[in-house]
Each structure stands twice: as C-alpha cells, then as structure tokens.
Nanobody
Framework: QLQLVESGGGLVQPGGSLRLSCVASGFTLDYYAIGWFRQAPGKEREGVSC??????KYADSVKGRFTISRDNAKNTVYLQMNSLKPEDTAVYYC?????????????????WGQGTQVTVSS
C-alpha cells in the first residue's frame, strides 16, 4: 500500500524558513514523481513543486525561494522553503505518481499524504 507522510510544518515569521519532509512507504521513490501541493482556506489546491529522476519544476510563486530534493536511500522528498511570505500559509500535501513530474493537482496521483500545516505570520 502506497503511503506518504508529511512533516515539518509549523508557525514561522515572514522571511523565515521551514523544511517539509515527505516519507514514502510501501513503494520506492525511484520510479515515482513526487509533487508538493498546498491549499489555503477558501482556495483551490495549487501545485508548488515536483521532482522526478529527470528533474523538477516549480510554480512561479515559489521560484527562487523553494527547493525540492529527494533522498532515495531514505525514501524521502524534501521541500526547503525560504523567504516565506504570509501568502504561503496553507496545508501542504505531497503526492506520488508513477508518471512524469507534474504540479497540476487535477491530474491523477497514486497516493496523497494527509498534509502538514504551514502558517506564516508575525
């Protein structure tokens, strides 16, 4: 059974940093693309970043501030978030798909995590 568990969320001041983790179990990341998505209250889920063996991509809103990486030995994908802004406040989810890297939340993903809350506020 494919399972993903996110962690690392929390409360941070504007300009601060957080690192989110997405740990996979029941499958190996080697053959999957992992995407990070977020959903703020009253808003639709949006894609943030994704990574696969062929590289990664970022939403324009986070380019230059967020960095995605993967450690296949630990079956974990990370999202390093720097220079955080209040508009980054959301529940962040990771999702896995055995296909090309995508940050379109409307596409099919094989598994979703339960989410981790990120709040950026002074």
């Amino acid at each position: 059974q494919l399972q993903l568990v996110e962690s690392g969320g929390g409360l941070v001041q504007p300009g601060g940093s957080l690192r989110l983790s997405c740990v996979a179990s029941g499958f190996t990341l080697d053959y999957y693309a992992i995407g990070w998505f977020r959903q703020a209250p009253g808003k639709e889920r949006e894609g943030v970043s994704c990574i696969s063996t062929s590289g990664g991509k970022y939403a324009d809103s986070v380019k230059g501030r967020f960095t995605i990486s993967r450690d296949n030995a630990k079956n974990t994908v990370y999202l390093q978030m720097n220079s955080l802004k209040p508009e980054d406040t959301a529940v962040y989810y990771c999702a896995a798909v055995r296909a090309m890297c995508s940050i379109d939340p409307n596409l099919h993903f094989d598994s979703w995590g339960q989410g981790t809350q990120v709040t950026v506020s002074s």
